[in-house]
């Protein structure tokens, strides 16, 4: 089992910048791929971005001004958010699965996070 706890969320002005994190717990290993995705209200759950030993992928939505990355000794992934819009608004989860390739679909992932609001004002 392994458990994710976000954090870092919270309300900034459009064009700021947050920065989330995911830090696992349990049975983790560098052998994990993480992917981050979001819901807004009455939204489908959307893919932002994933990072694996296979490499690492972003939504055209979100290529350029996210970036993923990890830090395996302290087992935290973590999503840098600049240029921030009010359409990116919604809760974030981070998602884990024991695997070295990423997917793109979030039933590929057996872990979850909590999530995190992210609210962006105009």
């Known amino acids: 089992q392994v458990q994710l706890v976000e954090s870092g969320g919270g309300l900034v002005q459009a064009g700021g910048s947050l920065r989330l994190s995911c830090a696992a717990s349990g049975r983790t290993s560098s052998n994990i791929a993480v992917a981050w995705f979001r819901q807004a209200p009455g939204k489908d759950r959307e893919f932002l971005g994933a990072?694996?030993?296979?490499?690492?992928r972003y939504a055209d939505s979100v290529k350029g001004r996210f970036t993923i990355s990890r830090d395996n000794v302290k087992n935290t992934a973590y999503l840098q958010m600049n240029s921030l819009k009010p359409e990116d608004t919604a809760v974030y989860y981070c998602a884990a699965r024991s695997s070295l390739y990423y997917s793109t679909s979030g039933s590929a992932y057996d872990y979850w996070g909590q999530g995190t609001q992210v609210t962006v004002s105009s």
């Open positions: 990072i694996a030993w296979s490499g690492t």
